[in-house]
């Protein structure tokens, strides 16, 4: 065990939601061609001013919310200022006095055991512009300029790569439920940095930042490598400096980017053109209004509905699937039987032709009717993966589906019943086999029972009904 403490914070920027921009106009959208979402604003043209787009406030206010912050109800913007290339105003707006949240916290589970993440702050800034870099030649697409992100500082509580990354996945499905971002990292808009130090006490070491990782995985991975390196350094009687880092995950290490040899001055002061906002009761309700159950309410009703664990996870990591279901809960219904579906022949087939359930004709009405035709044995689970495509492709009802592929399940318990015995009565040696312990002699005579009904009576109940009467 290490006699090191390891002491971690993250700072994660997240994209928002939003059709445009934070002070401009132009569409906040990710893939356009490079410099095609661009205004004087945006460019940084003298004698442009900010126009603070209301949405984005909403937004930061529904992030307070799910991340249990107290909402800052009169703030200001500030500029940070500093001389970079992708950055032509020579600034950017962000909020550094009056963040428009403080004090919140995610909670996690890792290892069974709950933990609160503190949030110092979570506050409302602009994205400079992509970079792009060609040899000696550097590109700028100001697409990115001007859009809002949200950065969220935790407290420097967090103690391992593995509560990182809990912390990180908690803090993705809550923000992406909410609404509020798409968290996605591979197109950046979610990016992470992960501040590191190690003493042997209580008192905090000398931090290192590790940049903009790109996965949540590797915001783990990045912090271990860097505890054991920062472990190694000092082990042989070195010295922790002030560094901004970088990880390479293909040699699986954290590299040097540059020595921070003063702290930085960023001369922050109020941003001029933007008046005070000031944050009512009203604005607060209003914005909230919209909000849709969060992860673990869905998962408290989910369970009152009697979902399995794995269902419901299953469940909530398929947005779409999830949102469905949620409508299909309006209808009265056996609600395992119809998770069962969307998670097996449905999302095959909606995997299989990359499709969202929304781009299909299931309606509510007619999945119903197919898990009230299972539940009566009118349809088998083989007639489902039988009509699958049928089922998502076409307006026609269960009725007109099963009369155009003739399907005619037995569903008359006395039929079966009689089938039942006769198959008994021809199979004793089979029989006595199943009272001796032998499995095979089931399901040699549940075969006997579909060759006798030619395939058409429901599988399950047939053998349930089989087990009943072999057991008496």
């Known amino acids: 065990m290490s006699e090191f403490i390891p002491t971690i914070g993250l700072e994660v920027h997240v994209e928002i939601k939003s059709k445009s921009k934070l002070f401009s106009s132009s569409a906040n959208s990710y893939g356009m061609a490079t410099n095609t979402s661009v205004n004087v604003v945006d460019l940084g043209y003298p004698g442009t001013l900010p126009t603070v787009n209301k949405e984005i406030i909403r937004q930061g206010i529904r992030a307070c919310k799910v991340l249990n912050c107290n909402i800052t109800r009169k703030m200001h913007f500030d500029r940070k200022n500093y001389f ?36 110092s702050d979570i506050h409302i800034e602009e994205d400079t512009c992509k970079s792009a870099h060609r040899g000696s030649v550097s590109l700028l697409d100001f697409n990115r300029a001007g859009v809002p992100l949200i950065e969220i500082v935790t407290e420097p509580c967090i103690s391992n790569g593995k509560e990182a990354m809990a912390y990180l996945t908690k803090l993705k499905e809550l923000l992406f439920y909410a609404n509020i971002s798409d968290c996605k990292m591979e197109e950046g808009s979610m990016r992470c940095d992960a501040n590191v130090s190690i003493s042997k006490d209580e008192n905090m070491g000398t931090r290192t930042e590790t940049k903009n990782i790109s996965s949540i995985h590797n915001v783990g991975l990045a912090i271990e490598k860097e505890i054991a390196r920062q472990e190694e350094v000092l082990n042989n009687n070195g010295i922790i400096k002030e560094e901004t880092r970088r990880f390479d995950d293909k040699l699986g290490e954290t590299i040097l980017m540059r020595v921070k040899e003063t702290g930085n001055d960023y001369r922050y002061f109020i941003e001029p053109d933007i008046p005070y906002l000031v944050i009512t009761d009203e604005f607060i309700n209003d914005s909230l209004k919209t909000l849709p159950l969060l992860p673990d309410e869905l998962r408290e009703k989910y369970s009152k509905i009697g ?29 395992v039987t119809a998770v069962n579906l969307l998670l097996s022949d449905i999302s095959s087939y ?12 299931l309606s509510y009405e007619k999945l119903v009717s197919v898990i009230d035709n299972l539940e009566s044995g009118a349809l088998s689970n083989k007639n489902v993966k039988d009509l699958i495509d049928s ?33 008994i009565e021809n199979n004793t040696e089979s029989v006595n086999d199943y009272k001796n312990g032998h499995d095979r002699a089931l399901k040699y005579l549940m075969g006997q029972v579909m060759k006798e009904t030619k395939g058409t009576v429901n599988p399950k109940k047939a053998s349930d009904m089989l087990k009943e009467a072999l057991n008496k």
């Open 391 to 423: 089922l998502m492709e076409n307006d026609l009802t269960i009725e007109e589906l099963k009369k155009e592929f003739k399907i005619e399940n037995i569903t008359d318990d006395r039929f079966i019943e009689d089938i039942i015995t006769k198959v």
């Open 350 to 361: 909606l995997n299989k032709h990359n499709k969202v359930i929304t781009d299909t004709h």
């Open 84 to 119: 970079y290339p992708d950055n032509p105003k020579n600034y950017q707006i962000t909020q550094n006095r009056t963040p428009i949240g403080t004090d919140g916290y995610v909670e996690i589970e890792v290892d069974g055991i709950k933990k609160k993440i503190g949030i």
């Open 307 to 335: 979902l399995s664990s794995l269902q419901i996870e299953k469940l909530i990591n398929n947005r779409p699937l999830n949102d469905y279901f949620l409508g299909l809960l309006e209808f009265k219904t056996n609600y």
